[in-house]
Nanobody, 124 residues
Framework: QVQLVESGGGLVQSGGSLRLSCTAS????????LAWFRQAPGKEREFVAA????????NYLDSVKGRFTISRDTAKNTLYLQMNSLTPEDSAVYFC?????????????????WGQGNQVTVAS
């Protein structure tokens, strides 16, 4: 059984930082794409960042470039999202996702596995 378990969310003041983690079990990644999405109340789930497990190539939503960093630890089977300079607009439930055949990293339909979601709240 494949599981993606997230941790690290919480409440932070505007300008602060948080690091999200997503640890996978029951699966061995090779050519997969792993990503973070987020969903704010009343809004669609949107792409935040993605990384190729084997080549360490990354892709970011424009509004988080320079503030967020996606990374992975292949030995720990864990995905990370370091979030700096947070603003209230970053408040959302954050989901990690993984897929073997991802034709468009921005499209959630290509991701097979999903975490349970982790709340991030940025207070102004």
């Amino acid at each position: 059984q494949v599981q993606l378990v997230e941790s690290g969310g919480g409440l932070v003041q505007s300008g602060g930082s948080l690091r999200l983690s997503c640890t996978a079990s029951g699966v061995s990644f090779s050519d997969d794409i792993l990503a973070w999405f987020r969903q704010a109340p009343g809004k669609e789930r949107e792409f935040v960042a993605a990384i190729s497990w084997s080549e360490d190539l990354t892709n970011y939503l424009d509004s988080v470039k320079g503030r967020f960093t996606i990374s992975r630890d292949t030995a720990k089977n864990t995905l990370y999202l370091q979030m700096n300079s947070l603003t209230p607009e970053d408040s959302a439930v954050y989901f990690c996702a993984a897929g073997e055949t991802v034709f468009d990293v921005f499209q959630r339909r290509y991701y097979r596995y999903w975490g349970q979601g982790n709340q991030v709240t940025v207070a102004s």
